[in-house]
């Protein structure tokens, strides 16, 4: 049974930073790569970021490039989210997911987390 624990969510002032920690359990972390998605209130939810199984591939979406970065430590089987000049349109609930393959592939998500809270003030 694939278990994802998000942590690391809080209320932060713009401009601040949030580090979010994912740890997964369950099958061969080293695998399968992992994404981080969000959904905001009365939104649907998003991708925001995905980095391969070995760590050498990340990806984002545009409105978080060069603030938020992607990371996983395989021998923690944890994957990281470090979000930097948080915006008040960052607020959302963060989920961590796993792919169902070494690479992240659209709609290629096997398992998620229950998500962790992100709220940036203005």
């Known amino acids: 049974q694939v278990q994802l624990v998000e942590s690391g969510g809080g209320l932060v002032q713009a401009g601040g930073s949030l580090r979010l920690s994912c740890a997964a359990s369950g099958r061969t972390f080293n695998l399968y790569a992992m994404g981080w998605f969000r959904q905001a209130p009365g939104k649907e939810r998003e991708f925001v970021a995905a980095?391969?199984?070995?760590?050498?591939?990340?990806s984002y979406t545009d409105s978080v490039k060069g603030r938020f970065t992607i990371s996983r430590d395989n021998d923690k089987n944890t994957v990281y989210l470090q979000m930097n000049t948080l915006k008040p349109e960052d607020t959302a609930v963060y989920y961590c997911?796993?792919?169902?393959?070494?690479?992240?592939?659209?709609?290629?998500?096997?398992?998620w987390g229950k998500g962790t809270l992100v709220t940036v003030s203005s």
């Open positions: 997911a796993q792919y169902s393959g070494s690479w992240y592939v659209q709609g290629g998500m096997d398992y």
């Open positions: 980095i391969t199984a070995s760590g050498g591939r990340q």
